[in-house]
């Protein structure tokens, strides 16, 4: 059973950086795609990005350009590299898997880590 657990959370200043890890447990990667979701105060868990088991990326337009997913199927790890943070990017941020390789939006994900908590103010 696939088991996943972020971390890399923190508070920051708006215009900063930060990177979370999402670390895989129990099976491999490698044939999986990985998504990033969010959940900021009072709003719905959103898919942000997503990175296929070959490593096609994509993005949502409001973190296109700032944030960046990147996966180390030898580490059994994916990252999310997020710049230029802003407040609204204040949530828990989550990493999950679906049954499949291919991203196909940000639907059917069964695998989910417990989330990481991300704050941007000043």
């Known amino acids: 059973q696939l088991q996943l657990a972020e971390s890399g959370g923190a508070l920051v200043q708006p215009g900063e950086s930060l990177t979370l890890s999402c670390v895989a447990s129990?099976?491999?990667?490698?044939?999986?795609?990985v998504g990033w979701f969010r959940q900021g105060p009072g709003k719905e868990r959103e898919g942000i990005s997503c990175?296929?088991?070959?490593?096609?990326?994509n993005y949502v337009d409001s973190v296109k350009g700032r944030f960046t997913i990147s996966r180390d199927n030898a580490k059994n790890t994916v990252w999310l590299q997020m710049n230029s943070l802003k407040p609204e990017d204040t949530g828990v941020y989550y990493c999950?898997?679906?049954?499949?390789?291919?991203?196909?939006?940000?639907?059917?994900?069964?695998?989910w880590g417990q989330g990481t908590q991300v704050t941007v103010s000043s």
């Open positions: 999950a898997a679906p049954k499949r390789g291919y991203c196909s939006g940000y639907i059917g994900f069964q695998y």
């Open positions: 129990g099976s491999t990667l490698d044939y999986s795609a």
């Open positions: 990175i296929s088991s070959g490593g096609t990326t």
